[in-house]
């Protein structure tokens, strides 16, 4: 059975950082893209960003495009999401997700990690 634990979430000032840790379990975390959704109360999920299964490609919602960076070690089994600069609007629920490569929708998803940014 698939795992995926999140970690890292947390309160921070505007302005600050915070680094997003997921641990996969389960299944053979390198033929798997990886990715992060998150989402605040009142809101729909949103993408964030995602990273293929051999770290080669990324890509990022355009409004953290230059503020977060999506890494993996596949020798961890581990996927990050390093966020500098944080606003308000970045607090929400984290979620890491996965699909298998080559196929388009995220189909396993963490329980989340809460991000809380003040102002």
């Known amino acids: 059975q698939v795992q995926l634990v999140e970690s890292g979430g947390g309160l921070v000032q505007a302005g600050g950082s915070l680094r997003l840790s997921c641990v996969v379990s389960?299944?053979?975390?390198?033929?798997?893209?990886m990715g992060w959704y998150r989402q605040a109360p009142g809101k729909e999920r949103e993408f964030v960003a995602s990273?293929?299964?051999?770290?080669?490609?990324?890509t990022y919602l355009d409004s953290v495009k230059g503020r977060f960076t999506i890494s993996r070690d596949n020798a961890k089994n581990s996927v990050y999401l390093q966020m500098n600069s944080l606003k308000p609007e970045d607090a929400a629920i984290y979620y890491c997700?996965?699909?298998?490569?080559?196929?388009?929708?995220?189909?396993?998803w963490g329980q989340g990690t809460q991000v809380t940014v003040s102002s």
């Open positions: 990273i293929r299964w051999s770290g080669e490609s990324t």
């Open positions: 997700v996965m699909r298998l490569r080559g196929t388009e929708d995220f189909h396993s």
């Open positions: 389960g299944r053979t975390f390198s033929l798997y893209d």
